[in-house]
């Protein structure tokens, strides 16, 4: 019979992503049943990759509810945005209480507040999952990062777990948290990519343009970091590319215009940043590298007009400096890394989300594009500790810190010097040592804006006294100068 109950899972959406996560879930056992809108592509799928594997195809929404055995479990793989909403709504008709939505695409977390929210109220259990490690990740073990309704947990956790990327043995999937917490980690874990690849991107620059070694001498020198601390599928990928020559014999990376690309996610990073107030500067300056490397036309201008040192002649230990550069490039790392977990600490405390810190850390270890050594640290950080403040507080990362600083400071220094720029190294830096200060020059500030708009200032518990008393907002006349402090002093 054709509408015979027989898949154990569904997936909708027939780009690459989502057959090759249908072959997964397949290759572990399960039957899967595939639809997408056009649906000769169902057809195609199911003649040439699906076949001769436990893949079932549909050709119509109520055709493809029928074949999934219940609770249903389906997963949507498209276009973030209104097709989401638009399969939702084609699909609830055919939808008993308790079947579960699973959105794994790109979507923006509010979007998947909003569903979980509004699937509920219909009795439908909606997850919102990222997904990373692309193509291949989806093949033979993504990064899976599922958030939502949590009574789905447990009718999902099997595949999910089964299919993820492992790290030790463990799997690279858990339960992320309520609503849309789950798009939101991938949302950091995409920023946090954005500030990774620029630190490298910053790396690069020095070792080419401060130490003039050529191209395969950087690689060779990306290639021994991939053997240090800073092991990570990016500093791989970026070995690659930097020892693939064009078919002339030069580097084909030399040829590539220097204008980034960007699809929106570490903006997204950036915004909510702003919106929570927290300062994850890292992944801002990472933005707003790409933008500024985006006005091609107008620095080719600015580069015969704006005038900056001359990058001398590096005369020092160049093996010393390389060696400080690694460390500049991992303690900007565990920084970047520092402002994220804020970032998503943040978000749990303003949106009532319930988050699991360390599996947060463990979804990122393999399967997805910041995959690292690096990242099992972060993982036993959290694992130790739990209510861990601040990654910064955890013994390892300061000690980290503390014995990457020197070289840390000694390659942003040079970098002002010789005018190459490193906003993400220097942004790190200048953080850490405002995180770390504690009379910061914000006291001038308050003063100000007192001054300027009566916005009041609250005194120092030390200083306190009738006249200034501690947790009151007090507001001067600044044009006293002081004279009769008391007289022009009014607590609000
Ligand atoms: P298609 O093959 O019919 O184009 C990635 O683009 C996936 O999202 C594809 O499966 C694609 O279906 C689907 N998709 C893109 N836009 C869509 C839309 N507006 N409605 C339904 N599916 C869409």
Redesign the pocket.
Known sequence: MADKAVADFGL????VM?QNLILNVADHGFTVCAY???TS?VDRFLENEAKGKSIVGAHSIEEFCAKLKRPRRIML???AG??VD??IESLLPHLEAGDIIIDGGNSHFPDSNRRTKYLAEKGIRFVGSGVSGGEEGARYGPSLMPGGHEEAWPYIKDIFQSISAKSDGEACCDWVGDEGAGHFVKMVHNGIEYGDMQLICEAYDILKRGLGLPTNEIADVFAKWNKGVLDSFLIEITRDVLYYNDNDGTPLVDKILDKAGQKGTGKWTAINALDLGMPVTLIGEAVFSRCLSALKDERIRASSLLQGPAVPEFTGDKQAFIDDLEQALYASKIISYAQGFMLIQEAAREYGWKLNKPSIALMWRGGCIIRSVFLKDITNAYRNNPDLENLLFDDFFNKAIQKAQSGWRNVVSKGALWGIPTPAFSTALSFYDGYRTRDLPANLLQAQRDYFGAHTFRIKPEHANENYPEGKDIHVNWTGRGGNVSASTYIV
Not at 12 to 15: C, E, F, K, Q, Y
């Open positions: 909708i959406g027939l780009a989502g997408n809108r056009t592509k793989l498209v276009m209104k097709p638009q399969f």
